[in-house]
T-cell receptor, first 114, second 107 residues
């Protein structure tokens, strides 16, 4: 059984650019959630995908979008990057869309926007 | 908007002392509450969830709907408990995490 993996580990972008972050869910998991964690803060929920459909969304603008693929891996896309988008982006997978299902987190992707 | 507050950014206790990490939430419905933990150089992981009414690594948490609290407790802290602890609320299809409390257990 493999755990949640994320790529890349780090990346640096400039304001206005677009970025794609990737997540492979744990084997057998069909739900992926994405979080943004700014320095010194708790994770903020961006959205969740369940069986390839967006299943819930936090208070993030439409320039944050995502995809889930048939193998349940997922992408987070951010357009028109802003300085405040600099953060650690966490992906978590779980089995099923219910909240009480345990989420397994990846190591994160550190995004720096200059 | 639903919120989770953790009033202490840092909590230091001595080994063997009791520890309580505070968590309050704002939600009028039936909450699903969790504690997640992040040990040094490790990933965020689930510690416990109120629905299971379980005790993990000696930690327990009781949901108090009247006080809208879900404090995490352990009677005797161990050095290996030193970590970042996050309280989290699930409602609808949305998760809200608190800002976290760093627990430092001193020898």
């Amino acid at each position: 059984e493999t755990g949640v993996t994320q790529s890349p580990t780090h990346l640096i972008k400039t304001r206005g650019q677009q970025v794609t972050l990737r997540c492979s869910s744990q084997s057998g998991h069909n739900t992926v959630s994405w979080y943004q964690q700014a320095l010194g803060q708790g994770p903020q929920f961006i959205f969740q995908y369940y069986r390839e459909e967006e299943n819930g969304r936090g208070n993030f603008p439409p320039r944050f979008s995502g995809l889930q693929f048939p193998n349940y891996s997922s992408e987070l896309n951010v357009n028109a990057l802003e300085l405040d988008d600099s953060a650690l982006y966490l992906c978590a997978s779980s089995l099923g869309q219910r909240g009480y299902n345990e989420q397994f987190f990846g190591p994160g992707t550190r995004l720096t926007v200059l | 908007a639903q919120r989770v507050t953790q009033p202490e950014k840092l909590l230091s206790v001595f080994k063997g002392a009791p520890v309580e990490l505070k968590c309050n939430y704002s939600y009028s419905g039936s909450p699903e509450l969790f504690w997640y933990v992040q040990y040094s150089r490790q990933r965020l992981q689930l510690l416990l969830r109120h629905i299971s009414r379980e005790s993990i690594k000696g930690f327990t948490a009781d949901l108090n709907k009247g006080e809208t609290s879900f404090h995490l407790k352990k009677p005797f802290a161990q050095e290996e408990d030193s970590a970042m602890y996050y309280c989290a609320l699930f409602y609808g299809q949305n998760f809200v995490f608190g800002p976290g409390t760093r627990l430092s257990v001193l020898p």
